[in-house]
């Protein structure tokens, strides 16, 4: 914050003003942070895009925060934003608060940024989010630390430079293995086979050993989608959210090999699955345990009462989504050293899929670049709105009026809230 707003609002407080300061001093979102430098930060409230509350929209309108989006379409970002009064500029804007955008960003960008500006993305995050990059990193985890210690991936293949090393495989465990592109999402060109035959080499692929012992629930099989925000890689600070969601698909589980093909048994992603005509759908936020779309605490009760060990359970996850981002840490830490002038200028939501066995044990499926935000149910709203206005409020916005571009010294406060955190840190492992 400049030295010149924190003068204004010393000014201010001893001014005839007392009363509107007093009550921004109250106001339910803002907190203030910093030491002899009082610097007001903005709170998030979720409800606030259904109450659309003018004085919680007051706050973002006085300092004239602003947002773009780029390169993507985000309405609850978009809703959450304007219900703070945020205004949207226009993309190829330089005063802003935020860029959000759904793709990766140029170097020239990122040493452009002022220490109030944030961006949704650190440089060479694809490290985690590209299939082939994901599997390179946890391999050279595994030569490093032992294979045992980041054994989190079932056995994979980069093809065609692997071919040989899986077809050798191949004839030891003739499957099934499932494909997928190194650089796609949402299910596209994913298929499983029980012949190297079967394999397009045109392109770059991973194939891996399919996971045919996958937990289920009432016979289906599903995974877990988890919200992990990082908001610096040096220090590495990691966040796992509180909720999730656990995405069923739509026909029963069967190992059979003449089911190999059916993409409803196989796979669990939304995308996929909401087209299938046995797709449930549930219209009530308030039930969680309803139809192919679950939260990831009702699936997490619906295991306990079954007497599972879901604390174990869940400190695997963690375990493994740390791992995860250990293994990009060094690459994507010095690319901020290089590019991102200021430490609080990025952060990043990641989507991680994981599936679980019927041993319990969790495995990584994939790292998403911009998780879905997309609300096709109102148990999405529910979870995404909370999850995302709580993001926010980690990430900490300093109130102030983005077209202030005074020369200060860099100011990295620590943005804790005083009200429980649904982000929870995970605890890091001993390296």
Known sequence: MPVVMARDLEETASSSEDEEVVSQEDHPCIMWTGGCRRIPVLVFHAEAILTKDNNIRIIGERYHLSYKIVRTDSRLVRSILTAHGFHEVHPSSTDYNLMWTGSHLKPFLLRTLSEAQKVNHFPRSYELTRKDRLYKNIIRMQHTHGFKAFHILPQTFLLPAEYAEFCNSYSKDRGPWIVKPVASSRGRGVYLINNPNQISLEENILVSRYINNPLLIDDFKFDVRLYVLVTSYDP????????????????????????????????TNYSVNKKSGDYVSCDDPEVEDYGNKWSMSAMLRYLKQEGRDTTALMAHVEDLIIKTIISAELAIATACKTFVPHRSSCFELYGFDVLIDSSLKPWLLEVNLSPSLACDAPLDLKIKASMISDMFTVVGFVCQDPAQRASTRAIYPNFESSRRNPFQKPQLPVR
Do not use: C, P
Request: glycine share 6%; proline share 0%; hydrophobic share 45%.
């Open 236 to 267: 590495l600070v990691i966040y796992l959210y509180e909720e999730g969601l656990a995405r069923f698909a739509t026909v029963r589980y069967d190992q059979g090999a003449k089911n190999i093909r059916n993409q409803f048994m196989h796979l």
